[in-house]
C-alpha cells in the first residue's frame, strides 16, 4: 500500500489535538501550588468514609 500524505493536510490536525492536549494540562497544572496548604488543594476530592460504605 501507497500512502500519498502531505505534511499540510497532517499539521493541521496534529497543531487542533494539540491544544486540546495543552490546555488540559494547564487546566491540570493549576492545581499544583507551592508554599502553604489551602482548602483550594483538595477541591474536587472525593472521600470515602466508614459509613458510606456500610450504606452500599
Known amino acids: ?10 499539521i493541521p ?10 490546555e488540559k494540562l494547564r487546566e491540570e497544572l ?3 501550588r507551592t508554599g502553604r496548604a ?3 488543594m483538595i477541591e474536587g476530592l472525593q472521600i470515602e468514609g466508614f459509613l ?3 450504606l452500599d
Open 1 to 10: 500500500m501507497c500512502y500519498n500524505v502531505h505534511m499540510n493536510d497532517i
Open 13 to 22: 490536525s496534529f497543531r487542533s489535538q494539540a491544544e486540546i492536549h495543552i
Open 30 to 32: 493549576k492545581g499544583i
Open 52 to 54: 458510606d460504605r456500610l
Open 38 to 40: 489551602h482548602s483550594g
